[in-house]
Every structure is written in structure tokens, then in C-alpha cells.
């Protein structure tokens, strides 16, 4: 199986939602939409599952035109963030629901609904109704009605968002094992780098209504396209510098420098702009060319075995994701250190030039 968008673009009121978007989805796959709030997901979901129609280019399902056709004659699911059952019925017929619909044989209905409860360890709440659920279960139920359908493409609109830290990281386990053990295509909406690089397979980053790089997800995260994507998959935000290559150096803003090693070697002399993580600024010098930056702090805040530190450095802000929890002065200088061999080089247009060392390493 296969979904194919073909220069699919939406566009709402003379405004452009979705670019023109080349996509192609296989069987057996776990997709991942990266992107912030406002950046196209929902709406490439949308497209995807033909509950609106494009305004350019076609959709195509297993070498099949569907542009045209009804969301009820596809073979689609979707789940939304704000996920939703049927409160007067019962677990069993929540699940059971759309296959009734269908017309599906009442022994088959029994089958898979038990057969896709136990996969989502619903079985000993099959007989309860879902208001009696904790949110997590209710969350499953609502996966489990979409899943029993055996639909070809299911579509997971941040399903996770409004459950509890120790909920969420449970069903981030369970859904790979759900998508591995159904074969369907999985389209996986998020705002959260960490939650598209736990959950794998691939990843399509989206800024602005664009796919800005497609592929699998260790990949683009380690050598992202260009610093748009860069941006997209990191959390914070990945850090910004112009920098220059002069002859074997590297130089940093106001007069910082850094031998040119490695790839940065093999830099034309010119104009380029660093990138960086946030966690790979450190408030102490663990690498002996690690090059310092005399900036000025101005929050800080605390996770309990982390601390982000929001600096100024000559009106560039960055933020620092160091360990620990660090007595720190808001307003004063503060010293920070960077190891080259974390630094992404990228042409002033945004294009990347060099990854990272340690991500060809990795």
C-alpha cells in the first residue's frame, strides 16, 4: 500500500495553507509531522484522509486516483488530540461501532474487538463505559475504534497532548508496537522533537505550510537540509551565529576563533552561520578547543536535574540546556563554551553546508 500526494496544496480564502507537497507513504511505516502550532499538520492530515479537497494536485492510494473521493469510501482513521467516544455505550461497542456500520458479521465484530482490546490492554474494561476510564484508557479506546477498522492509513492527530507526563510516555511505547503489529500507514502529528525521535520510523518537518525535509528520523535530525529544519527539530530552538572561514580558522562573532578541522576544513573561505543545540552549551570547558562566549544571562529556569539558561550574546538570544542546578545571577555576565565539533554550518540563504562532527559520527 501506498499514499502518494502529488503537488497536493490547500488554500483557505485566497490564503495559502499547504504549499505544493510532493509526499510519498509506504505500507509498514510510521510517518511523524514535526512542525509548531500553525505550521500545516492538521490540514496535511486532512488532505490526506479526503475530509478536504486540494486545490492543486491529486492524492493517489495504491497507484488509485482518490482525489474525488468520499472520506467514507476510504479507508482511513483519525484520532484527535481532543479524543472522542461515545459515552452511553460501553468499551465493547465504542470499539465495535464503526465495523456495525460496515455491516460486518457479529462474530468478526466479536473477534476483532476483542482481538484489538487486548492489544490495547483494554480487555478487563471491555464492559464499562468510558467516562469511568482514566484518561489514558480513554485515549486507547479511541485508538482501539480507529485501529478495528483495518484501515490502510490511520491518522493520529497529536493524540497525545492532553494526557499526563506518565501517560503520555506509556502509550509513546505502545503505539510503535500497535503500527508494527497492524501493517497500516501511520501518520503521526506533534510539536514535540523528543516525541518524533521516540517514536522513529520516519519524519516530515513542516514550517510556514511547507515540508521542509522528508526522511527517516535519526537522519534528519542529525543532518538537517537546512537551518529551517534545524529549528523545526530541536527544542529549544537550535541556536544561530554568523561566523566566517578565514584560511584555517573559524571565527566567532567578536573575535572568537577555532581551528578549522574536519569538514569546517573544507569550507570555502566566506560568510556562513553556525548553528548549534541548545545542549551543547556548557557553563564549564570540558573540551580543550571548546570556544567561549562572554554573554549575559537573563532567565533561567528549572527542571530539577536541568537548567535553561536564556542568554544575550550582543543581541542574539539563545538559550543553554546545561545539567544540573546552577546558582546563577540573572543580568550578569556569564561565560559559555561551545565544541566545534557540535557546531552545523549553514550558507547565509539557510542552506546546510556542513553537518555537524559528532552527527557523522553518530
Known amino acids: 500500500m501506498t499514499l502518494e500526494l502529488k503537488g497536493v496544496s490547500k488554500v ?36 490526506m484522509a479526503g475530509l478536504d479537497a486540494p486545490a492543486t494536485g491529486s492524492i493517489h492510494w495504491n497507484g488509485e486516483d482518490v482525489t474525488g473521493q468520499r472520506v467514507q469510501d476510504r479507508k482511513v482513521a483519525m484520532v484527535y488530540q481532543q479524543f472522542i467516544n461515545y459515552p452511553s455505550m460501553s468499551v465493547y461497542d465504542n470499539i465495535a461501532s464503526p465495523m456495525k456500520l460496515m455491516g460486518i458479521d457479529r462474530a468478526e465484530v466479536d473477534r476483532r474487538v476483542r482481538e484489538t482490546a487486548d492489544l490495547m490492554q483494554l480487555t478487563p474494561m471491555l464492559d464499562r463505559k468510558p467516562l469511568e476510564l482514566s484518561g489514558g484508557q480513554q485515549q486507547r479506546c479511541a485508538l482501539a475504534r480507529a485501529l478495528v477498522k483495518n484501515a490502510g492509513l490511520v491518522l493520529l492527530d497529536e493524540p497525545l497532548a492532553n494526557l499526563d507526563y506518565k501517560l503520555r510516555e506509556e502509550l509513546r511505547v505502545e503505539i510503535p508496537k500497535i503500527f508494527e503489529a497492524s501493517g497500516s500507514i501511520f501518520v503521526y502529528a506533534t510539536t514535540e522533537p523528543e516525541e518524533a525521535l521516540l517514536l522513529g520510523g520516519n519524519v516530515a518537518t513542516l514550517w510556514e505550510g511547507r515540508v521542509t525535509q522528508f526522511g527517516p528520523t535519526p537522519m534528519v535530525y542529525r543532518q538537517p537540509v537546512d537551518a529551517t529544519t534545524a529549528r523545526v527539530f530541536s527544542d529549544p530552538p537550535m541556536n544561530f551565529l554568523q561566523i566566517s572561514k578565514t584560511g584555517g580558522k573559524i571565527m566567532f562573532g567578536n573575535g572568537q576563533s577555532a581551528p578549522a578541522t574536519g569538514k569546517l576544513a573544507e569550507l570555502k573561505d566566506g560568510r556562513y552561520v553556525a548553528g548549534f543545540r541548545p545542549n551543547h552549551l556548557e557553563i564549564g570547558r570540558h573540551a580543550a578547543d571548546a570556544v567561549e562566549f562572554i554573554t549575559t544571562l537573563t532567565v533561567t529556569e528549572l527542571t530539577g536535574s536541568e537548567t535553561f539558561v536564556h542568554l544575550d550574546h550582543h543581541g542574539e538570544r539563545w538559550v543553554g540546556l546545561v545539567h544540573g542546578v546552577h546558582d546563577l545571577k540573572i543580568g550578569a555576565p556569564l561565560r559559555v563554551y561551545l565544541d566545534p565539533r557540535h557546531v552545523y554550518v549553514f550558507a547565509e540563504d539557510g542552506a546546510l553546508v556542513a553537518p555537524a562532527a559528532y552527527a557523522l559520527a553518530a
Open 12 to 47: 483557505v480564502e485566497g490564503q495559502v495553507h499547504i504549499h505544493a507537497t510532493d509526499l510519498t507513504l509506504v505500507n509498514g511505516t510510521m510517518n511523524v509531522l514535526l512542525g509548531p502550532t500553525a505550521s500545516g499538520k492538521t490540514s496535511l492530515m486532512r488532505l
